[in-house]
């Protein structure tokens, strides 16, 4: 198993920023496809972010479209969504995972590692 651990998550208002680290030992992120899921009480996984292996492209869902935004830090081999203009609907427990290949994509079976999560409550 790799071992991916989130952090960043909190508390804060609605219209407030958070940023989330995604932090790997043993692997390279940039050996892999990155993603960022999250799961809202009561309801299924759902696909937020991912970046692509070799050219960072990215796709985002619609939901967060224009206010989070993936990074890569390689030096740090460190993973970030930066979170603005947060609203109560982002609250959730929020995921980082690898999966081998090139592509972005938003289909979480296809991810094989993942982290333990990081809670994110956004308050109205």
């Known amino acids: 198993q790799v071992p991916l651990v989130e952090s960043g998550g909190g508390l804060v208002q609605a219209g407030g920023s958070l940023r989330l680290s995604c932090a790997a030992s043993?692997?390279?992120?940039?050996?892999?496809?990155v993603g960022w899921f999250r799961r809202a009480p009561g309801k299924e996984r759902e696909f937020v972010v991912s970046i692509s292996r070799y050219d960072d492209t990215t796709s985002y869902a619609d939901s967060v479209k224009g206010r989070f935004t993936i990074s890569r830090d390689g030096a740090k081999n460190t993973v970030y969504l930066q979170m603005n203009s947060l609203k109560p609907e982002d609250t959730a427990v929020y995921y980082c995972?690898?999966?081998?290949?090139?592509?972005?994509?938003?289909?979480?079976?296809?991810?094989?590692?993942w982290g333990q999560g990081t809670q994110v409550t956004v308050s109205s």
């Open positions: 995972a690898v999966r081998y290949g090139r592509t972005a994509s938003i289909i979480s079976n296809e991810y094989t590692y």
């Open positions: 043993g692997i390279s992120f940039s050996d892999y496809v």
